[in-house]
């Protein structure tokens, strides 16, 4: 099992920036995919980065530019950093993570969430 908590959330206007931590525990070595997911209200859950096991991170169109995703090893955590931030990012923020090193890159274990609004 691999136990994931989100941290970092909170208000910011636009324009501002946001540092969005997943702190990982468990049996960690099984992760191959990593990702960070969003639900705004009333929408679907929408993928805004994924870093694969090769390194690769692929960014939703709508935050390209925008955000950053990394992972820190030493800690086993994961960061998305948001910049620039729009009323548009508001959301519920997931870290997810995964034994399936490819397509589709099923994702196994999820954090609680964590709360991002941006106000104009």
């Known amino acids: 099992q691999v136990q994931l908590v989100e941290s970092g959330g909170g208000w910011v206007q636009a324009g501002g920036s946001l540092r969005l931590s997943c702190a990982a525990s468990?049996?960690?070595?099984?992760?191959?995919?990593m990702a960070w997911y969003r639900q705004a209200s009333g929408k679907q859950h929408e993928l805004v980065a994924r870093?694969?096991?090769?390194?690769?991170?692929e960014y939703a169109d709508s935050v390209k530019d925008r955000f950053t995703a990394s992972r820190e090893k030493d800690n086993n955590t994961w960061y998305l950093q948001m910049i620039n931030l729009k009323p548009e990012d508001t959301a519920v923020y997931f870290c997810a993570a995964g034994r399936q090193a490819g397509w589709p890159y099923r994702l196994d274990f999820w954090g609680q969430g964590t709360q991002v609004t941006v106000s104009s």
């Open positions: 468990g049996s960690i070595f099984s992760i191959n995919t």
């Open positions: 870093i694969t096991r090769d390194g690769r991170i």
